[in-house]
Each structure stands twice: as structure tokens, then as C-alpha cells.
């Protein structure tokens, strides 16, 4: 874009690129605030005004003018599933951000239509029944009326999942199937399944169900990838810590972004995980994979990070809320071997852990451990999810030196914990404010694409109100944050994740040139508008990987998106919606609203003796006698 009034210089440190014209928060107490960013070499060279960019403006210097938007560092995802989700991500339909069932259903109907015989319509994550209008689920009903001969899968968090009569048939379900351990095929009263899936508690009749869906082959992998790094772009997203996950094998699946690695079509950084897959076989796994690799293998682009977010299948805990919360068996000897091998080699880890009840038991294996001087031996090591952790043991894992990350779950699964656990429960799932008290480290994630959005402003959203998707308010202001800290989880945490806080995070020469100008101020729209914060400009490095509006046409371009067919193709991904606003009608519901929730926290502390019976009665001096 030509910018007047800076002229190109010859000069021997010419920036690659330069944005000027920005509300730049940067992130870096020295210099909170800017208004130009110039990037050399990948690298930022200089945060200032025009005056302090003006001399490294070269005849080769792209200059970019952000027309006085908001520019922020590029957001880094501290957990999620971003390999598996590239490999899958043109072959399904996303309902991410559809306000209605209705309209889910026509798109659904739309991509039967065009989809090839042998191929599935497959709806995986993202989406929430509480974020439609009608506020609930499909029936089979309607998926065997919108598809009568393509199989249909949609899959609905970590709870269920509905087929239509084709899908049935195509994933081989029978009246003789029997039910999984951990799973429950629904039966009508003739014996034969209905079409829905139930986790009971475990997710994996759910994802062993899909993975017998046709998968992508050979160029089309990489393909999907690209695309879906793209897709995270749109929404400022530079960096992301994969948090690996079930049906994702080493090195097999991770082939594809070694190759665009080396090929240089990386738009995203990306630091990964591995998971051993196979239950009884996890400590030969991990020894193997200790002898190819080490943490921090690879560049700025594509790195290893160490283990998890399993180490052993028995350790592992369940996600689904509208089930009890599941019994484990003794698992601390293999687990013990486990987190002993990497920590004697140099490996760290993350650990999936939902209850409080499962961190207390892996805490007592790595005390043990560091009783002996084996833990955390100089590793870097974190607990994910954390929704019901108690403040002992925060202050145990601060002790030991571990970290946390947090993800936004209960943007979709809030009203199903609140249904089992109550509203005072809610209130602190997860502690975000204790953990941050005690100085942990707590980094910000999504958990997508199998629950969760991957759009990083629902989960920003979700971290600065406490709503749901459904507008439920699940956590109350004591255990909210503040913008600034929210967007910190997002930049600097992620970064001190894998210990790139030296190099990323934050908008200060020297640091690499990541950043995102965005379609809203997020530091001052409404509180509901966060969630409709787009990138208009987002670059990697001094690549720009995304642009849009005035931009479009500024990032390098892909292929087409193969196959032809693909529901990606015709819907794209993320379903926008415009920003709201807040009219005086909805400021008053919204008033109603907190009101009852405040009384129903209230009624539930009651309950369980941490606050008096009878209310406080409410004085107001104005009518006083």
C-alpha cells in the first residue's frame, strides 16, 4: 500500500516491511504503546513512530498503513490440536459460529447434495446446541430427512454423537455391536441402534467412530494444512503449542508439517507433543522416541516441546461433564516409570488432568520424585485443563515449578457443569485468578477442533466475562481477568510455554516479527464484541500470512482447495456473525440475568455453610425513616 510521506531511502538496513499508522500495543513495559513496526530478516527492528521507522524505509520496503487500528502481538493457542486439525480440517463442516439449527441443518442438507458416494459429511467440533436459537441437538430424524444416503456424523463435545441411517450402516453398527467399554450404542425397542453415541464417561466410541471415516491422501494433506493455518491466521493467531491427542501417531502423522517445514509453507509456529497411542505399550514408546529426539529439536518454526498431553492411557482423566466424574484405578507405578524416564532424559511434559482429584494423585508421584532430586530436574513441565484444581494443590504445583495452561471448555460445556456440579463449582472452573496470584505461569488455549472453536476471541471472550456460548455467566468477577491479562496468556505465557519468551510474545526489537492488526479495538469495544474480533492483517516472521479489507490480496497465495467438493470449499471455516452491540433492552436483561445468578451462588455457598442462610438485607438510605 503506498503510504505518503515516507520517502525510500537507500540504506544498508532496510526493513522487509513496515506497519505504521497503528494503535500498537506491544506488550513490553519499556515501551507499552507505538505507533510503527519495522521487521528485517524475520526479526523486528525497530517499535517506535514515523519519525524512528522513516530511515529504514528502503525502495524494496513494503509499507503497510494499519489506518489507525489496533495492533497486537500475534496470539500463540497454548493447546491445541492444530496437526491433527490440519490433516481433517477440508473434509469437515464447520458449525463454529452458526446461530441456529436451522441454518446448520441447510448447510448440512447443501453438502450432502454434492458429496461423492463413499465419502461422509462430518461435523466435528466447534459448536455448542447451547449456541443455537432452538438450543438443542439434531435428531436422527433430521439427518436421515437432510441426507437420506450419505453418512452423516456430527459430533457434540465430548458427549455424544448422532448418526444418520447411512452413517450407521457405513461404520458398521448393528443390533449385534456390542457397546464399547466406556461407551453406549442407544437401542430402539427392536435392539437396532437409533443413530446417537453416547460417552459414558469415555470419548472414544465417539472418535474411533469417526476415524473409520475416508481420510485425506498424499497432496491433499498438505493441503488441508495450508489452509487451516490460513484459517487460524484470519484470526491473528501466529504460534500455536499442539497438545497431540488420540489417532495421532509419531512420526507418521506428523510427516506433513515436517514437509512444509522444510518447504518453507509453514504460516504458523508451531511447538508440538507426543502421545503415546497404545495403552500397555507407553514407556516403550517414550524410550524410543527419547533416542530420535530432544526438546527444542528445530527452529522457530516447527519444535519439539516433550510429552503428553498423556503419558500413560491410565492416568488419564474424562472431559465429559454430564457424566460423574470417572473412578481410576491404581496407575501410579507405570506413571512413575514414565514421568522418571523423562525427566533422568532431559524430557518435559503436559498432563491432561480435568478433577482435582487426578492432580493430587500425579503431584504425589512427582514429590516422590523430587524427594530424590529427579524432578522437575531443569524441565519444563504443566498441567492442561484443571477445571475443579484446589488451591492446595496450586501451591504444590508452584512449589515443584510447574505451569498451567486453560482452556475455554466451558464456553461450550458450561451449562452441563453447572447441571452437576452447581453454580458455586463453576464459579472456579478453573481458579484463573489463584493460579495467577501464586505467580504461576498460566498459559491461554482453545482445546479445538474436537470441542472447542479454534477462534482464539471466543476463548479471550470467555476468559474476560465468564460467558458461555450460550451467554450463561459461569464465572463470576472474582475469578475473571482484565483485557491486558488475558491478552498476556495469549502472547507472553505461550511463549514462556516453551521456552520462547526471550524471542517471542511481545512487540520489542530484537523478537521475532509476529503480529496481527485487527478488524476491532479489543481494548475498548464492548465486552460482547470481543468475540467478533477478526485479523485483518496478521504476519509471521514479516511474511504476511493473512489479509483482508484494504489488505486482501497482500499474502501469499495457496491452492485451491481440494478436493472440489469439500465442504471448506463452499462454506469456509468460522461462521462470522456482525458484532452486536449493546441496545438498553439487552442491558437490561443482561442486568436480570446477573441478578439470578448472583442469588443462585448465593443459595449454593448457603448450602454448603460457606455463607449465612438468610440474605443480607438490602439497605438504602434513601428510604430510611
Same mark, same amino acid.
Given at each position: 500500500?503506498?503510504?505518503?510521506?515516507?520517502?525510500?531511502?537507500?540504506?544498508?538496513?532496510?526493513?522487509?516491511?513496515?506497519?505504521?499508522?497503528?494503535?500498537?500495543?506491544?506488550?513490553?513495559?519499556?515501551?507499552?504503546?507505538?505507533?510503527?513496526?519495522?521487521?528485517?530478516?524475520?526479526?523486528?527492528?525497530?517499535?517506535?513512530?514515523?519519525?524512528?521507522?522513516?530511515?529504514?524505509?528502503?525502495?524494496?520496503?513494503?509499507?503497510?498503513?494499519?489506518?489507525?487500528?489496533?495492533?497486537?502481538?500475534?496470539?500463540?493457542?497454548?493447546?491445541?490440536?492444530?496437526?491433527?486439525?490440519?490433516?481433517?480440517?477440508?473434509?469437515?463442516?464447520?458449525?463454529?459460529?452458526?446461530?441456529?439449527?436451522?441454518?446448520?441443518?441447510?448447510?448440512?442438507?447443501?453438502?450432502?447434495?454434492?458429496?461423492?458416494?463413499?465419502?461422509?459429511?462430518?461435523?466435528?467440533?466447534?459448536?455448542?446446541?447451547?449456541?443455537?436459537?432452538?438450543?438443542?441437538?439434531?435428531?436422527?430424524?433430521?439427518?436421515?430427512?437432510?441426507?437420506?444416503?450419505?453418512?452423516?456424523?456430527?459430533?457434540?463435545?465430548?458427549?455424544?454423537?448422532?448418526?444418520?441411517?447411512?452413517?450407521?450402516?457405513?461404520?458398521?453398527?448393528?443390533?449385534?455391536?456390542?457397546?464399547?467399554?466406556?461407551?453406549?450404542?442407544?437401542?430402539?425397542?427392536?435392539?437396532?441402534?437409533?443413530?446417537?453415541?453416547?460417552?459414558?464417561?469415555?470419548?472414544?466410541?465417539?472418535?474411533?467412530?469417526?476415524?473409520?471415516?475416508?481420510?485425506?491422501?498424499?497432496?491433499?494433506?498438505?493441503?488441508?494444512?495450508?489452509?487451516?493455518?490460513?484459517?487460524?491466521?484470519?484470526?491473528?493467531?501466529?504460534?500455536?503449542?499442539?497438545?497431540?491427542?488420540?489417532?495421532?501417531?509419531?512420526?507418521?502423522?506428523?510427516?506433513?508439517?515436517?514437509?512444509?517445514?522444510?518447504?518453507?509453507?509453514?504460516?504458523?509456529?508451531?511447538?508440538?507433543?507426543?502421545?503415546?497411542?497404545?495403552?500397555?505399550?507407553?514407556?516403550?514408546?517414550?524410550?524410543?522416541?527419547?533416542?530420535?529426539?530432544?526438546?527444542?529439536?528445530?527452529?522457530?518454526?516447527?519444535?519439539?516441546?516433550?510429552?503428553?498431553?498423556?503419558?500413560?492411557?491410565?492416568?488419564?482423566?474424562?472431559?465429559?461433564?454430564?457424566?460423574?466424574?470417572?473412578?481410576?484405578?491404581?496407575?501410579?507405578?507405570?506413571?512413575?516409570?514414565?514421568?522418571?524416564?523423562?525427566?533422568?532424559?532431559?524430557?518435559?511434559?503436559?498432563?491432561?488432568?480435568?478433577?482435582?482429584?487426578?492432580?493430587?494423585?500425579?503431584?504425589?508421584?512427582?514429590?516422590?520424585?523430587?524427594?530424590?532430586?529427579?524432578?522437575?530436574?531443569?524441565?519444563?513441565?504443566?498441567?492442561?485443563?484443571?477445571? +475443579?484444581?484446589? $488451591?492446595?494443590?496450586?501451591?504444590?504445583? !508452584? #512449589? *515443584?515449578? /510447574?505451569?498451567? =495452561? &486453560?482452556?475455554?471448555? @466451558?464456553?461450550?460445556?458450561?451449562?452441563?457443569?453447572?447441571?452437576?456440579?452447581?453454580?458455586?463449582?463453576?464459579?472456579?472452573?478453573?481458579?484463573?485468578?489463584?493460579?495467577?496470584?501464586?505467580?504461576?505461569?498460566?498459559?491461554?488455549?482453545?482445546?479445538?477442533?474436537?470441542?472447542?472453536?479454534?477462534?482464539?476471541?471466543?476463548?479471550?471472550?470467555?476468559?474476560?466475562?465468564?460467558?458461555?456460548?450460550?451467554?450463561?455467566?459461569?464465572?463470576?468477577?472474582?475469578?475473571?481477568?482484565?483485557?491486558? +491479562?488475558?491478552? $498476556?496468556?495469549?502472547?507472553?505465557?505461550? !511463549? #514462556? *510455554?516453551? /521456552?520462547?519468551? =526471550? &524471542?517471542?510474545?511481545? @512487540?520489542?526489537?530484537?523478537?521475532?516479527?509476529?503480529?496481527?492488526?485487527?478488524?476491532?479495538?479489543?481494548?475498548?469495544?464492548?465486552?460482547?464484541?470481543?468475540?467478533?474480533?477478526?485479523?485483518?492483517?496478521?504476519?509471521?516472521?514479516?511474511?504476511?500470512?493473512?489479509?483482508?479489507?484494504?489488505?486482501?490480496?497482500?499474502?501469499?497465495?495457496?491452492?485451491?482447495?481440494?478436493?472440489?467438493?469439500?465442504?471448506?470449499?463452499?462454506?469456509?471455516?468460522?461462521?462470522?456473525?456482525?458484532?452486536?452491540?449493546?441496545?438498553?433492552?439487552?442491558?437490561?436483561?443482561?442486568?436480570?440475568?446477573?441478578?439470578?445468578?448472583?442469588?443462585?451462588?448465593?443459595?449454593?455457598?448457603?448450602?454448603?455453610?460457606?455463607?449465612?442462610?438468610?440474605?443480607?438485607?438490602?439497605?438504602?438510605?434513601?428510604?430510611?425513616?
Amino acid at each position: 500500500m503506498p503510504v505518503g510521506g515516507l520517502i525510500p531511502r537507500a540504506t544498508d538496513n532496510a526493513a522487509d516491511l513496515v506497519v505504521r499508522n497503528a494503535k500498537v500495543h506491544t506488550g513490553d513495559p519499556v515501551r507499552p504503546q507505538a505507533e510503527a513496526i519495522a521487521i528485517r530478516d524475520g526479526v523486528i527492528t525497530v517499535v517506535g513512530d514515523d519519525n524512528d521507522v522513516a530511515s529504514h524505509v528502503g525502495p524494496d520496503t513494503k509499507v503497510v498503513d494499519a489506518l489507525g487500528r489496533r495492533m497486537v502481538p500475534g496470539l500463540n493457542d497454548a493447546h491445541l490440536h492444530v496437526i491433527r486439525g490440519g490433516l481433517n480440517y477440508v473434509l469437515e463442516l464447520r458449525w463454529d459460529g452458526v446461530p441456529t439449527l436451522r441454518q446448520g441443518l441447510a448447510m448440512l442438507r447443501e453438502q450432502a447434495a454434492r458429496t461423492p458416494k463413499g465419502q461422509w459429511v462430518r461435523v466435528v467440533g466447534g459448536w455448542s446446541a447451547e449456541q443455537f436459537a432452538e438450543r438443542r441437538l439434531p435428531s436422527v430424524t433430521e439427518l436421515n430427512a437432510v441426507a437420506p444416503d450419505t453418512p452423516v456424523f456430527v459430533l457434540h463435545l465430548y458427549q455424544s454423537a448422532v448418526l444418520n441411517r447411512a452413517a450407521l450402516k457405513a461404520a458398521g453398527f448393528t443390533r449385534d455391536t456390542p457397546d464399547p467399554k466406556g461407551g453406549q450404542i442407544v437401542r430402539g425397542r427392536d435392539g437396532e441402534p437409533t443413530g446417537m453415541l453416547l460417552a459414558a464417561p469415555s470419548a472414544l466410541i465417539l472418535y474411533s467412530t469417526l476415524a473409520k471415516a475416508p481420510v485425506l491422501e498424499g497432496e491433499d494433506k498438505k493441503t488441508s494444512t495450508r489452509h487451516f493455518l490460513r484459517e487460524l491466521n484470519r484470526f491473528g493467531l501466529t504460534s500455536a503449542i499442539d497438545a497431540a491427542g488420540g489417532f495421532q501417531n509419531f512420526p507418521d502423522n506428523y510427516s506433513t508439517v515436517v514437509e512444509l517445514a522444510k518447504a518453507g509453507q509453514l504460516s504458523l509456529r508451531i511447538a508440538y507433543h507426543l502421545f503415546p497411542q497404545t495403552a500397555g505399550q507407553e514407556i516403550d514408546d517414550l524410550t524410543r522416541w527419547i533416542e530420535m529426539a530432544r526438546p527444542e529439536d528445530g527452529d522457530e518454526w516447527l519444535r519439539l516441546n516433550g510429552a503428553g498431553e498423556n503419558l500413560t492411557w491410565a492416568a488419564a482423566d474424562f472431559e465429559n461433564f454430564a457424566q460423574p466424574r470417572p473412578e481410576h484405578a491404581d496407575y501410579e507405578a507405570e506413571f512413575e516409570k514414565a514421568v522418571r524416564l523423562l525427566m533422568e532424559n532431559g524430557w518435559g511434559f503436559r498432563l491432561h488432568a480435568t478433577y482435582d482429584e487426578t492432580i493430587r494423585r500425579d503431584l504425589a508421584v512427582f514429590e516422590k520424585l523430587a524427594a530424590e532430586g529427579l524432578f522437575p530436574a531443569g524441565n519444563r513441565w504443566l498441567f492442561d485443563h484443571a477445571e +475443579t484444581v484446589s $488451591a492446595d494443590s496450586l501451591d504444590r504445583i !508452584a #512449589a *515443584l515449578g /510447574g505451569a498451567m =495452561s &486453560v482452556q475455554n471448555r @466451558l464456553s461450550f460445556q458450561g451449562e452441563a457443569f453447572v447441571r452437576r456440579y452447581g453454580p458455586g463449582a463453576a464459579a472456579d472452573a478453573p481458579p484463573i485468578r489463584a493460579m495467577l496470584e501464586r505467580g504461576l505461569t498460566v498459559g491461554a488455549g482453545t482445546d479445538a477442533t474436537r470441542v472447542s472453536t479454534y477462534n482464539p476471541w471466543v476463548a479471550l471472550h470467555w476468559l474476560i466475562t465468564g460467558r458461555t456460548v450460550g451467554d450463561l455467566v459461569v464465572r463470576p468477577p472474582h475469578n475473571r481477568v482484565d483485557r491486558r +491479562t488475558a491478552l $498476556a496468556m495469549f502472547t507472553e505465557a505461550g !511463549a #514462556a *510455554l516453551t /521456552g520462547e519468551q =526471550s &524471542v517471542k510474545g511481545v @512487540l520489542r526489537p530484537g523478537f521475532l516479527g509476529d503480529l496481527a492488526v485487527l478488524s476491532e479495538d479489543y481494548f475498548t469495544v464492548p465486552e460482547p464484541d470481543i468475540a467478533h474480533i477478526e485479523s485483518l492483517l496478521t504476519v509471521v516472521g514479516g511474511r504476511i500470512v493473512y489479509a483482508t479489507a484494504e489488505y486482501e490480496g497482500l499474502d501469499e497465495e495457496l491452492p485451491p482447495v481440494s478436493p472440489e467438493w469439500s465442504p471448506v470449499a463452499h462454506f469456509g471455516g468460522y461462521q462470522s456473525t456482525p458484532s452486536t452491540g449493546l441496545s438498553g433492552t439487552r442491558q437490561a436483561e443482561l442486568l436480570g440475568q446477573a441478578v439470578a445468578e448472583s442469588e443462585q451462588h448465593r443459595q449454593w455457598r448457603a448450602r454448603r455453610g460457606l455463607t449465612p442462610e438468610t440474605a443480607s438485607t438490602f439497605f438504602d438510605p434513601c428510604f430510611s425513616l
